[in-house]
């Protein structure tokens, strides 16, 4: 089945530090893929999404993706953290319009 | 931008009873709305996509007499949890593909069966 897979259920970075959230899907066909954010009992925000126009895709509050077909994968990145940035990120894939979403990964910031 | 609502943002309820959430997309139509269920700690799961103007579309395991949806306009859609019992206590979020291809998420209903 096509799916989602996020790397690490879990990272840590310092302030100021390279955020790397690892994302990769399984498909035949690249799909539309997504990187959503969500705060506590709050719904997805829209971070970035990759619609094959472009391999390297920038989103909002300074994060960025890469699509890379060679290694199914669209991992996201910020090169610096912020305080704020700790939340609950999503890779999502569409094909069809609906989203199938990756297990999550929850971002922690240490001052 | 597109904005979604859900109403209400919190429901706590007796086990037996049914729970109606609304879903509205505010400032464009939506043909099709999806609902997602999210249990602590975990994904979303797509439990079934809304059609204006037809039967909704269930996903695999997901129970169509328990979980209701009816997509009234083009603007609006309600998921009816019948019967519900503690293990539907959950976090239930809609969402409508709106401008750009780009799905647009409701900030969720937090529903609590006692």
């Known amino acids: 089945a096509q799916s989602v897979t996020q790397l690490g259920s879990h990272v840590s970075v310092s302030e100021g530090a390279l955020v790397l959230l690892r994302c990769n899907y399984s498909?035949?066909?690249?799909?539309?893929l997504f990187w959503y954010v969500q705060y506590p009992n709050q719904g997805l925000q829209l971070l970035l999404k990759?619609?094959?126009?472009?391999?390297l895709v920038k989103g909002i509050n300074g994060f960025e993706a890469e699509f890379k077909k060679s290694e199914t994968s669209f991992h996201l990145t910020k090169p610096s953290a912020h305080m704020s940035d700790a939340a609950e990120y999503f890779c999502?894939?569409?094909?069809?319009?609906?989203?199938?979403f990756g297990q999550g990964t929850t971002l922690q910031v240490k001052p | 931008g597109a904005v979604v609502s859900q109403h209400p943002s919190r429901v706590i309820c007796k086990s037996g009873t049914s729970v109606k959430i609304e879903c509205r997309s505010l400032?464009?139509?939506?043909?099709?709305m999806f609902w997602y269920r999210q249990f602590p700690k975990q994904s979303l799961m797509l439990m079934a996509t809304?059609?204006?103007?037809?039967?909704?579309?269930?996903e695999q395991g997901v129970e169509k007499d328990k979980f209701l949806i009816n997509h009234a306009s083009l603007t609006l859609s309600t998921l009816t949890v019948t019967s519900a019992h503690p293990e539907d206590s959950s976090f239930y979020i809609c969402?409508?593909?709106?401008?750009?291809?780009?799905?647009?998420f409701g900030p969720g209903t937090r529903l609590t069966v006692l």
């Open positions: 498909s035949s066909v690249p799909p539309y």
């Open positions: 969402s409508a593909p709106g401008p750009t291809d780009t799905q647009y």
């Open positions: 400032d464009f139509q939506a043909t099709t």
């Open positions: 990759y619609t094959s126009a472009a391999t």
């Open positions: 999502a894939r569409s094909n069809t319009g609906k989203l199938i």
């Open positions: 809304s059609n204006e103007g037809s039967k909704a579309t269930y």
